[in-house]
């Protein structure tokens, strides 16, 4: 076995997505569209930030849940924020704790790489259930907020 690699199906925005999908993460590449006769895309193959991925035009049927998410690990308030916004003007809907569905229905979460560390809080139990209550009220994730619960402040 060689990878494992993420295959989106997509009702025929394959290309849209992984073009946009690429154009904000950095360490991104659109590698290989394959056209059908017709001209129309088929299947897209590209990476985001080294990983592989694959998306199929197939036709509706088969719509993105958020059973199935992609993890955007950050390192800081300004990367995270620019990711967000950069979505969120690709026409994504958000929804709560770091949590956001893309124009095409695809579930992410944007989190801080060190987003388990901040939330076990070096194992204090109250600051991590301050943390976690701190969490729970945000829709976009504000890493000083949470570091401010952890505190106590």
Known sequence: MRQIVPFIWFDGQAEEAATFYTSMIPGSSLDHVEKMPDGSTIVV?????GQPFRAMNAGPGHPHT??????LDVD?????DRVWDAFLA????PSMCGWLTDAWGVAWQVTPANWGEL????GDPEASA???QAMMQMVKLDIP?????????
């Open 76 to 80: 800081d308030q300004d990367e995270l």
């Open 90 to 93: 690709g026409g994504a809907t």
């Open 119 to 122: 939330m076990h809080a070096g």
């Open 145 to 153: 907020t949470v570091q401010a619960a952890i505190r106590g402040d």
């Open 45 to 49: 193959e590209f990476r985001l930030h």
């Open 66 to 71: 958020d059973a199935i998410s992609f993890q």
């Open 130 to 132: 301050r943390a976690y």
